[in-house]
Nanobody, 115 residues
Framework: QVQLVESGGGLVQPGGSLRLSCATS????????MGWYREAPGKQRELVAS???????NYADSVKGRFTISRGNAKNTVYLQMNNLKPEDTAVYYC?????????WGQGTQVTVSS
């Protein structure tokens, strides 16, 4: 079983930045693809950004131009750089390592954007 450990959430003012990190714990598992999802109160979990083994990336329209997903050199780490944060970005953010026949999730990290 692959365990994912997230970090980097917190409270930030509108217009601020945060960087989320997610890495496997105890293994060097390299996934086919990695992604960040978020779940706001009363809303369904949604895909924010994803990155594939070949380097292709996808973003939700609501975060394009503000968020950047990237991988670490060891390929078992994924980051989400979030700039120009807005109150509507407030949610619990989850990382996911997924591929054919598997989908592993992190425990979630809270991001709150408020003045």
């Amino acid at each position: 079983q692959v365990q994912l450990v997230e970090s980097g959430g917190g409270l930030v003012q509108p217009g601020g930045s945060l960087r989320l990190s997610c890495a496997t714990s105890g293994s060097s598992f390299s996934a086919y693809a990695m992604g960040w999802y978020r779940e706001a109160p009363g809303k369904q979990r949604e895909l924010v950004a994803s990155i594939y083994r070949g380097g292709n990336t996808n973003y939700a329209d609501s975060v394009k131009g503000r968020f950047t997903i990237s991988r670490g050199n060891a390929k078992n780490t994924v980051y989400l750089q979030m700039n120009n944060l807005k109150p509507e970005d407030t949610a619990v953010y989850y990382c996911s390592f997924f591929g054919p026949g598997y989908n592993y999730w992190g425990q979630g990290t809270q991001v709150t954007v408020s003045s």
